[in-house]
């Protein structure tokens, strides 16, 4: 199978990178992939980005209808999985968590391994920009991931995946990578 070929309007439906946080390269050295393979997971600062785009990108109202879906709407199937608002913020984000009791096991559901607390930032109008879901399991290297959209630069948006040690940084996550993703654009003058 011949591979197509790529010019500049050619659509990129996703792509991913690692980067070291927090000075954000990659691995463009043997040093730093030895690096990163001998990090382990409980204390890796590597964080991994997604970016989706063209049909695999919602729209910049996507990461409002994540929330409305999760947090915002009653489940009334599962309703111990619903969410309640917490009455603090955490590093500048609301935070939600799964407020029931599991009929299974009689123990409250945000312990469960497949829960997990989620963390909004909205805007002055209310928008959501950046949703975090982050797992509630006991390890040190349970997962967070943090997702932003990157309009109005790009129709775009980015998922960045990161241990559970990391939110209380995400501001200072989601500002350069936002900007290393935005110097992948080509200007249109380069682009004939």
Not at 141 to 160: G, H, N, W, Y
Not at 170 to 190: D, G, H, N, R
Request: net charge neutral.
């Amino acid at each position: 199978v011949d591979k197509p070929v790529r010019t500049y309007q050619s659509k990129i439906f996703s792509f991913g990178f690692d980067v070291r946080y927090p000075d954000m390269v990659g691995e463009s050295t043997p040093q730093l992939r030895e690096e990163r393979r001998k990090r382990n997971i409980f204390t890796t600062t590597w964080i991994s980005v997604g970016i989706s785009s063209s049909s695999r990108y919602y729209g910049n109202e996507s990461l409002d209808r994540l929330a409305r879906a999760t947090v915002d709407t009653p489940n009334e199937i599962l309703k111990y999985r619903n969410y309640e608002k917490l009455p603090d913020e955490q590093y500048g984000l609301t935070v939600y968590a799964a407020s029931g009791v599991d009929p299974k096991t009689n123990k409250p559901y945000r312990q469960d391994d497949d829960a997990k607390d989620v963390f909004i930032y909205r805007n002055a109008n209310g928008n959501v920009i950046t949703y975090i879901d982050c797992s509630n399991r006991q390890i040190e290297s349970a997962r967070c991931e943090q997702t932003v959209s990157l309009e109005p630069f790009m129709k775009a948006e980015a998922d960045i995946h990161y241990r559970r040690g990391l939110p209380s940084e995400w501001q200072k996550i989601q500002e350069p990578v936002t900007q290393l993703i935005y110097s992948f654009k080509v200007p249109a003058a380069e682009q004939k």
